[in-house]
């Protein structure tokens, strides 16, 4: 049987519908604050984003977070275990700007550093613009652990000409590798742990690389890597793993005569990470504020040590 038409009343009914819910879309928009939609007030995740400031925004309140560096890797004795070093915190800056209302933004967070590993590669360095450096590997075959890698730096800039730098918060540094014991009958019974990598800085300046034993130079405004631990041919003297250093305190700045003002309201520096942990006494907590700094590791297995906290930024409008 053919379908019977749908009757007219039916129709009217639905294209009421229909017209009273185009009507109400424009005026729930127009209720969102105009800058939600756009510029968001808090940024968690690594990456960059970009954003334009509301109009009516008279003054912004900035805050940034650099990412902390990543505890070290442990190492093995013959009957026990060294703990890696904890990595560095990054810093923390809050900046008031004016004169940025309709400016376009970049945003960028820091990650946190990877950790370092035993008998395996040191610790990537965190992602930012200003990238943490990567940490140590040990010598080929050694019983000592990796250093971590460093965090990477948060910061905020205008994307008009010349763009105007407004604030950076620096990556906190990796933490020393643990040295490794060999068995007395080995010719060369010790070695050395690798050294965390440096926290990225200011100017898109990436940490350097950690070398062995040595902790790589952080970029400026980002913590130095730990240096990792010395082992003695003798047996008779070995040198802890040290903590990656936190971010030194960060900075507001911007160009002068360009209408933009920044003044700092408060500013702290990144924890330095806790030194390597002798035989039996448990993993060093990493460096506070910041990114806090990631753990050294203290197991014998081969997953690698805590990873620093990732950074972050806030925005406030008024």
């Avoid at 009957?79 to 915190?89: D, F, M, R, W």
Wanted: net charge positive; proline share 7%.
């Amino acid at each position: 049987m053919p379908t019977a038409p749908a009757r007219p009343h039916r129709l009217r009914a639905a294209l009421g519908a229909l017209t009273l819910l185009s009507a109400a879309l424009p005026t729930a928009l127009l209720a969102t604050p105009a800058h939600a939609a756009d510029c968001a007030t808090s940024y968690t995740t690594p990456g960059r984003y970009t954003c334009t400031v509301p109009a009516g925004a008279a003054r912004v309140v900035l805050t940034a977070t650099g990412g902390g560096g990543g505890g070290g890797g442990n190492g093995t004795l013959e009957y026990a275990t060294v703990s890696g070093a904890g990595g560095g915190g990054g810093s923390t800056v809050r900046c008031t700007a004016t004169g940025i209302a309709g400016l376009k933004l970049l945003i960028v967070v820091g990650g946190g550093g990877g950790g370092g590993r035993y008998r395996g590669t040191g610790g990537a360095g965190g992602p930012g613009e200003g990238r943490g450096g990567t940490g140590a590997k040990p010598r080929h075959g050694t019983l000592a652990g990796s250093g971590g890698g460093g965090g990477g730096a948060s910061y905020v800039e205008t994307l008009r000409s010349r763009g105007d730098l407004l604030l950076t918060a620096g990556g906190g540094g990796g933490g020393g590798g643990a040295y490794g014991t060999y068995p007395s009958y080995y010719p060369d019974p010790t070695d050395h742990g690798g050294g965390g990598g440096g926290g990225g800085g200011r100017n898109y300046a990436a940490g350097a690389r950690g070398s062995l034993p040595a902790g790589g130079r952080g970029a400026p405004g980002g913590g130095a890597g730990g240096r990792g631990g010395q082992g003695s041919r003798t047996g008779t003297t070995k040198a802890n793993p040290a903590g990656g250093y936190g971010a030194p305190v960060a900075t507001c700045t911007t160009r002068p005569g360009r209408g933009v003002q920044v003044t700092v309201d408060s500013a702290t520096a990144g924890a330095t990470g806790g030194p390597g942990a002798k035989p039996s006494e448990g993993s060093t907590p990493g460096g506070s504020g910041g990114g806090n700094g990631g753990k050294g590791c203290d197991s014998r297995a081969t997953t690698p040590a805590t990873k620093g906290g990732d950074g972050s930024l806030t925005l406030t409008f008024s």
